[in-house]
């Protein structure tokens, strides 16, 4: 993983028309994303998430010409609540932080459980891993994370971010989701 390395890029399929994908009933999945479940973390790799091509994206219809859209706009959509889409993430869990985060090349976080607190990450550039312990005894599993990849850690499951680079850093999007009273 060194920073001279050219970045992998996976290969993603066409976007699908945004008219096609807001069909109602037509997208139970919003991404079509296989989750993988092994020990209770949601992982989505940047490969398997359904891009969505919006032509012209958030058309305005009523603003004068110069705030028209225009062009074409790629949306990722990682996770959805929206109906007929929910994934049903945010059930029993309210927004607690956003925040972007960059480990430098070589650093790493230290092994946590964060009790009451759900955790998504999503890498935006540079390459990691994430360690993962879901209950204390039970092995560490090492899953990589590369742009475009999102994670959720469910509250009191270990966990430890390291980017093994010499010289590129790792840089993401964490955000945390408070669980209620009764909710995990």
Sequence with gaps: MSGNKEQEQPWEPQPIAGEKFHEPGKWANINRAPYDRVSGVLY???????????APGDFAPDMPEPWQGQGETVVRWLF????????????????????????????????????????????ISGEGILHHRPTPGSPVIARPLRPGDVVLVYSGEYHSLSNPAE????????????CRQGIT
């Design 44 to 54: 989505k790799r940047a490969g398997n998430i359904k891009r969505v091509l919006y």
């Design 80 to 123: 959805s609540e929206q109906g007929g889409t929910e994934e049903n993430l945010l059930t029993g869990r309210n927004l607690e932080f956003l925040h972007d985060t960059t480990l430098a090349p070589g650093a790493a976080t230290g092994m946590q459980a964060h009790t009451g607190t759900d955790e998504i990450f999503y890498v």
């Design 167 to 178: 010289e590129e850093s790792l840089r993401l999007i964490v955000i945390g989701l408070t």
